[in-house]
C-alpha cells in the first residue's frame, strides 16, 4: 500500500464503500489522510459502569460477565445481548442485527465500550454501543476525530480507515519541507503532524498539527502564484510627461468623485515615474472605474504611446468601446474594437493600423493576446472584470509591449469584483492598489429580496407596476455552462431552450401586452449588441437574459432584476448581476426566486438582502466557498484549499507568504537540489487545476 493506492486496499473498504467514499472526493489513500476531522470529541476520560453519566455517549470500561445471547426478535431482525459488570453494578448491553458480537467479547475479559447510558428500572443500559478490547485505544481513551460523512459511510468506518493508512503510509509520507526549512518555521513534520491531526494526543498536539497543515496549504498556494505572476518588472516602464489633467477632465458629462480623482492621481504619478505600473483598481460594480481607466489611456495617448483595454466578453467590449470612443475622440485618441468574431478581413485591417501606430486604443477580448496581434508602441495595458482571466493572461499581453531595450508598458487591472482583503495580499501581492469606494452621487441602494416561486404572481404584479412606471425589467435564468466558459456559444442545447421557452411563455401567457426581449450567450455577437442596444434605447420592457448581460450594458431605466434558480450563482456573481440596475436615479429592487430549501444556501442568499457592500459579500462569499470556487478554479488555476480558511488564518498566511517570498529570493527557479520536491508539490497542486503553470 502507497499513498496512491485506492481506498480498497484498506481493509474493511469493498468497492461498495469505496464508492459511497467517492462523494466525498475520496479515491486515494492520501486523499483519506487529508480528509480532515472537521471537529473532535474528548473521550480520554473512561468511566466505569457504576460511575458513568447518563444519557450523554462516554467511554465505560466493563467486564464481560457470560457469553454473548443471540434471539431472533421478528424476520430480519436479532438481538445480541451482553451483560458487562464493573466491581459494584452490572449494565445490558443490546445490539441489533450484530450477530458477529458474538465471536469478539469474550467473558472475563474487559472491554471499553462507547454509547450512552440509559436506565431502565434499576439496570443500566446500552444499545449499540461501538466497542474495542481494553488498552487498544483506537478511539476510546483519546480525543476523537469527527468527520464529515455521507450516507452509509460511518464516522468509525472513517476513522477506522484512516487509523489504518497511518499505520502503513505514516512513514512513506516524504515531507516536502527540507528538516531545516521545518525548524526555522517551528513546523511539525508531516507525518506527525497527519497522525495529530487525526489522532491528536492532546489538544496542543492537535493545535499545532493543524498550524502546520494550513501553514503548507498557504505556502503552496503563495509559491505558486509567485511563479505565476509575471515576474517583477524591473527597469523602466513607458515614460509619461505631466499634463494638465483638466482637458481630460473637461470632455466628461459629470465631475469625478473624489475617489476616482484620488486613484486617478495614484495612476498618473505611476505613468510618470518611469517605472512600469502595476496597479489593482478595485471598485464595486458602478464605482465608475472606466473613467478612471480612460484618464490613463488619455495621458499615454498625449504621450504618443498606444494603449490596450482586455475584457472577457464580447458584448463587454462593444459597450467600452462605445463609451469610450466617443468620449476619447474629443481629446483626439483613435480608438478600435478586436474581438473573436470579427470577419478575418476586418481583424487584418485592425492588425495593420495598431502595428503603424493608427490606433491610440485598442480595445478587445481574448483575441487581443493572439499571434496577429502587434504594437506600435504599447504603453499601457488595462485589463477589466480580471478575475474571469487566468493569471498568466495579463502578463502575456503586456509581453507584447516589451521594447527592443527592454522597456515594458504599464499594468491596470480594473476588478469589479471587490476581493476579499486576505486573498487579496496573495493572488496581488505584486499589485499596489487603488480602492474607489465611493458611488457617484445620486445613487441609491437596491432592495433585495427572496422569494419562492408560489410568490410568483405577485412577483408578475410588481414587473407590471414597474413597467407602468415606464421603466424597464431584466430577468435572468443561469446557463449554467455559459457561466464556467470563458467565450460564448457554450451553452448547451438544453439550456437554450429552457430559457428560449421560458421567454416565450412569459410573452404569450404572462404578459402579452408587453414586449419582452431575449438575450442569451449562443446569439451572435451582433445579434445580441442588437437586443441589448434595443434594450438600451427602450424598446423592450422585459429582457430576459443569461449571464451574458453581467458584465453588461448601461441601462439607466432598468429598475428591476429578477434573478431566477438564484440558488446557482455564487454570491459575487449575484451582486454582479444586480448591479445592473440602480444605475439611474429611481429606486430600483432585485428579486432573487429560489425554492432551494437548503438552510446554507439560504443564508447564503440572505447575506445579499442585509447588505449592497461589495466588499462583505466577498467576503463572505471566500467564507462559504473558498478560494478555488471564488474565482471559478478552472479559469484560475487556484487550488482548492482543504484546512486552511482564509477568513481566520491570516497570520499564519503572512508567514506563509513570507516563507515563500524568502524561498524564492534564495532560489527564484528552485533549482537546487533541496528544493525539488518543494517545486515538484507545487507543480502537481497547480497542474490539476489548471492545465500548467506557464
Ligand atoms: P464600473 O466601475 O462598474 O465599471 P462604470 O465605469 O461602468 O462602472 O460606470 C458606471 C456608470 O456611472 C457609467 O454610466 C458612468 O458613465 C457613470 N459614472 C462614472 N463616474 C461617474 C461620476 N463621477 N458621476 C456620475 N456618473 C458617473
Ligand atoms: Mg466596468
Partial sequence: ???????????????????????????????????????????????????????????????????????????????????????????????????????????????????????????????????????????????????????????????????????????????????????????????????????????????????RLVFEELFFLSLGLSLMKSRRVEGTGFLCAPKDLREYLDTLPFALTNAQLRTVGEAMADLCSGVPMNRLIQGDVGSGKTVVAAACVWLVAQNGGQSALMVPTEILAEQHYQTLEPLLAQSGVRVGLLTGSMKAKQKRDIYERLELGMIDLIIGTHALISDGVRFHNLGLVVTDEQHRFGVGQRAKLAEKGRGSDGTMPHVLVMSATPIPRTLALIIYGDLEVSIIDERPPGRQEIDTFLVGSDKRQRLYGFIRKQVEKGHQVYIVCPSVSEETALEKGTMTAAELKAVEEYAAELQTKVFPELRVGLVHGRLKAKAKEQVMSQFAAGEWDLLVSTTVIEVGV?????????????????????????????????????????????????????????????????????????????????????????????????????????????????????????????????????????????
Fill in 1 to 211: 500500500m502507497n499513498l496512491s493506492s485506492p481506498v480498497t486496499t484498506l481493509t474493511r473498504i469493498g468497492a461498495q464503500r469505496a464508492q459511497k467514499l467517492q462523494k466525498l472526493d475520496i479515491f486515494t489513500v492520501e486523499d483519506l489522510l487529508y480528509w480532515l476531522p472537521r471537529s473532535y470529541q474528548d473521550l480520554r476520560e473512561i468511566y466505569s459502569v457504576s460511575n458513568a453519566p447518563e444519557e450523554l455517549p462516554c467511554c465505560v470500561s466493563g467486564i464481560v460477565a457470560a457469553a454473548p445471547t443471540t434471539s431472533l426478535i421478528r424476520k430480519g431482525m436479532t438481538t445480541t445481548k451482553v451483560r458487562v459488570v464493573d466491581e459494584r453494578e452490572r449494565m445490558e448491553i443490546t445490539f441489533f442485527n450484530q450477530t458477529y458480537v458474538r465471536n469478539v467479547l469474550f467473558p472475563g475479559k474487559t472491554y471499553i465500550f462507547y454509547g450512552a447510558v440509559e436506565r431502565k428500572g434499576s439496570l443500566r443500559t446500552m444499545t449499540n454501543p461501538m466497542f474495542e478490547q481494553e488498552g487498544k485505544r483506537h478511539f476510546t481513551g483519546r480525543i476523537m476525530p469527527i468527520y464529515h460523512l455521507t450516507a452509509g459511510i460511518s464516522n468509525f468506518i472513517i476513522s477506522e480507515a484512516v487509523r489504518q493508512a497511518l499505520v502503513n503510509c505514516g512513514r512513506s509520507l516524504v515531507d516536502p519541507f527540507p528538516e531545516e526549512f521545518l525548524r526555522a518555521h517551528e513546523l511539525m513534520q508531516i507525518g506527525r503532524a497527519l497522525q495529530n491531526v487525526h489522532f491528536p494526543q492532546d489538544f496542543e498536539e492537535l493545535q499545532k498539527a493543524t498550524r
Fill in 554 to 694: 448601461d441601462v439607466p431605466n432598468a429598475t428591476l432584476m429578477v434573478i431566477e434558480n438564484a440558488e446557482r450563482f455564487g454570491l459575487s456573481q449575484l451582486h454582479q448581476l444586480r448591479g445592473r440596475v440602480g444605475r439611474g436615479s429611481a429606486k430600483s429592487h432585485c428579486v432573487l426566486v429560489s425554492d432551494n430549501r437548503n438552510p446554507d444556501t439560504r443564508q447564503r442568499m440572505k447575506v445579499l438582502c442585509g447588505t449592497n457592500d461589495g466588499f462583505q459579500i466577498s467576503e463572505e462569499d471566500l467564507k462559504l466557498r473558498g478560494p478555488g470556487d471564488f474565482f471559478g478554479a478552472r479559469q484560475h488555476g487556484l487550488p482548492q484549499l482543504r484546512v486552511a480558511d482564509l477568513s481566520g488564518d491570516l497570520r499564519v498566511l503572512q508567514e506563509a507568504k513570507e516563507a515563500a517570498e524568502a524561498l524564492l529570493m534564495a532560489d527564484p527557479t528552485l533549482s537546487r537540489p533541496e528544493h525539488q520536491p518543494l517545486l515538484e508539490k507545487v507543480r502537481q497542486l497547480f497542474d490539476k487545476n489548471s492545465g500548467g503553470m506557464n
